[in-house]
């Protein structure tokens, strides 16, 4: 589907109320159709709330871990937004809220539950590393929940967010921890959902299958929906974000909340500096 053809899709499905479809090339790639494919199975399994903003399904949410601070009267931009969950969720905290995803379907079932609410949503189709929609020094707060993985050219991703924050600007990100890449699967899609994606205290320990630096991208397969994430190391996302002009003041591992031996996401917060 042309990207033309995709976006008079959206706003059919959607309508026209507050949804502007912003399309890149890079936006039909292979992680698009595959959340286009696995868009509802996802949402009916992840019933994601939006009264509370989360940092992915079972991680945890902002009322645990305190890092975005007051966000009524504050441009916010939800990267990945999926299901637009979070962005409502800002919304109705007052704050300005901008929901971004490559997704159509994710879009669509954005809208749908937007619908739903008495609040204002902007929703924008685009690339994660492509925000030419927004312009320079004009958001407060850019906030990304288990999406990133999935960019390929992070850094480009970082120097995008980085133009469109206000000076102090805060980006706030999680992504699966990069020590589960050792197990050599993919596991975001549903937080660990495969029983060999995690390391457990119950039964036989998953295999070391891959080392912690090598950087190929990972692959992981739901219901004959292929999704492919890129590993980072820790230094590698410090270091990219130092060198676009970030000053990194929160890097957090939670515990989890089962028996996994590894730790299932990292969060970052960074604020623009230069």
């Known amino acids: 589907m042309s990207p033309v053809v995709a976006g008079a899709l959206v706003a059919s499905l959607v309508g026209a109320k507050e949804f502007d479809v912003s399309l890149t090339e890079s936006g039909t790639s292979g992680i698009a159709a595959a959340w286009d494919r696995y868009a509802v199975a996802y949402q009916n399994a992840a019933k994601l709330p939006t009264d509370v903003v ?35 969720a800002f919304a109705r905290q007052g704050a300005i809220s901008i929901g971004v995803d490559v997704s159509v379907e994710q879009l669509a079932y954005a809208r749908r539950l937007l619908e739903q609410e008495e609040v204002r949503v902007e929703f924008k ?93 990972l692959e992981d397969k739901y219901d004959d929906t292929v999704f492919t994430e890129y590993h980072r ?31 299932k996401a990292l969060i970052v917060r960074a604020r623009k500096e230069a």
Do not use: W
């Not at 009524?72 to 979070?86: P, Y």
């Open 233 to 263: 190391t820790m230094s590698e996302m410090f270091m990219g974000l130092t060198r676009t002009g970030y000053r990194v003041d929160v890097m957090m591992e939670p515990a989890p909340k089962d028996n996994s031996m590894l730790p």
């Open 125 to 217: 189709h685009s690339d994660l590393s492509e925000l030419a929609f927004q312009r320079a020094d004009s958001v407060d707060i850019v906030f990304s929940a288990m999406a990133f993985q999935y960019v390929p050219d992070l850094p480009r991703a970082f120097r995008q967010v980085h133009r469109v924050l206000k000076p102090q600007g805060t980006l706030v990100f999680s992504v699966p921890h990069p020590a589960s890449a050792i197990t050599g699967n993919a596991h975001s899609v549903l937080g660990a959902s495969n029983a060999n994606a995690q390391l457990s205290l119950e039964g036989e320990p998953a295999s070391i299958r891959r080392s912690y630096f090598d950087s190929s991208p």
């Open 54 to 88: 989360t940092y992915g399904v079972g991680v945890g949410t902002e009322a645990e871990f305190r890092l975005l601070g007051p966000v009524a009267g504050k441009r916010v931009v939800d990267l990945g937004c999926g299901g637009g969950q979070n962005s409502i």
